[in-house]
């Protein structure tokens, strides 16, 4: 087996040199083969060159410059330049610890394509003081509602960021992303369902960061992609 892990970054010089140990770390314990990619997005920080130092302790480490601006170029640049019979992404936050994999890996024996973080099925948890604002907490319900309805019926929570993708999956899905902003994950998961690829949702410990990059204007502006993202299905954007 042969895991990618893609980390998208944007100014993250105080959270990517933690997350970068806590992964490293972890992977160099397995008997699989692996590589990080860290997708640097127009970080004006000291991100990039705090990357590099970590390159001389984990060779398995590279770095990619993804110059458009969004976290779904960031993500879709990553994937697909990477080589990983399984591709993984994750933020760099480490709000889903990379051990979560485990729980994740034997769906794909059962014949599924994509297996997704959730923390809206049974069995996730919250970790202690690690829950996120009661405003977007109601926010994300009431946004799923939304999604569900009219982007991807039957998943509780598209917009954690910690997904599995085979290479397969991971070429014929991101391609064809046509929404770059907060409502990508959305999209991602549209464009699987459309392409009839097998969606799994397992629960995992969320661990959010109080210094989130997710303010109160990305949730409307979900709403509006998702809307975007049912005309495409309506449309047959994504089957072309």
Do not use: C
């Not at 610890?97 to 297996?115: A, C, K, L, R, S």
């Amino acid at each position: 087996m042969y895991l990618s892990v893609v980390i998208p970054a944007y100014n993250e010089e105080k959270r990517i040199g933690k997350t970068l140990e806590s992964t490293g770390e972890y992977l160099k314990r397995q008997n699989f083969d692996w590589e990080i990619v860290v997708v640097n997005n127009n970080s004006n920080d000291k991100t990039v060159s705090i990357v590099q130092d970590y390159m001389q302790s984990i060779p398995q480490l590279r770095l990619i410059n993804e110059p458009r601006k969004g976290k779904g170029y960031a993500v879709a640049r990553g994937m697909l330049d990477t080589v990983g019979e399984f591709r993984l992404f994750t933020d760099a936050d480490n709000s889903t610890t990379i051990d979560h994999m485990e729980n994740m890996m034997p769906y794909f024996n059962q014949g599924f394509e994509v297996v997704i973080g959730s923390i809206a099925v049974k069995g996730a948890k919250i970790a202690h003081k690690g829950g996120e604002p009661l405003w977007r907490t109601i926010f994300g319900k009431l946004g799923n509602k939304w999604i569900q309805i009219f982007a991807v019926w039957g998943i509780s929570d598209t917009q954690r960021g910690f997904k599995i993708f085979t290479a397969k999956a991971t070429k014929n899905i991101f391609p064809k992303l046509t929404i770059f902003g907060w409502g990508f994950d959305v999209e991602v998961l549209a464009i699987a369902r459309t392409l009839k690829y097998r969606i799994k949702e397992v629960p995992i410990t969320w661990n959010n960061d109080p210094f989130s990059k997710v303010s109160v204007w990305a949730y409307p502006q979900v709403l509006m992609q998702t809307f975007i993202v049912f005309l495409n299905r309506l449309f047959g954007t994504y089957k072309n």
